[in-house]
């Protein structure tokens, strides 16, 4: 089990940039898979990023090339930097911790993007 906190969420306009942190309760070097999902009102959890621990990455087809996920394990980290993004991107992005035994969630923050 890993407890996951969220941080780095706002208010951007179209075009600008953010960067999500989500911070682990403990070492994440053998988490087999850390992600980023988000859930717009009314839409199901969707994902956006995953990447595994030999660094290996995945991402929807709506953020390639604008999104990059990336993981600190010195620092148990792992981050989403987004760029240009867009009103479509609105929505709250969760953090997510998967191995063999557990599926771990953290409690999510808001990113809006205005026109």
């Known amino acids: 089990q890993v407890q996951l906190v969220e941080s780095g969420g706002g208010l951007v306009q179209a075009g600008g940039s953010l960067r999500l942190s989500c911070a682990a309760s403990?070492?994440?070097?053998?988490?087999?898979?850390m992600g980023w999902y988000r859930q717009a009102p009314g839409k199901q959890r969707e994902l956006v990023a995953v990447i595994g621990s030999g660094g290996n990455t995945n991402y929807a087809d709506s953020v390639k090339g604008r999104f990059t996920i990336s993981r600190d394990n010195a620092k148990n980290t792992v981050y989403l930097q987004m760029n240009s993004l867009k009103p479509e991107d609105t929505a709250v992005y969760y953090c997510?911790?998967?191995?063999?035994?557990?599926?771990?969630w953290g409690q999510g923050t808001q990113v809006t993007v205005s026109s």
């Open positions: 997510n911790a998967r191995g063999y035994s557990y599926d771990n």
């Open positions: 403990r070492n994440i070097f053998s988490i087999n898979s």
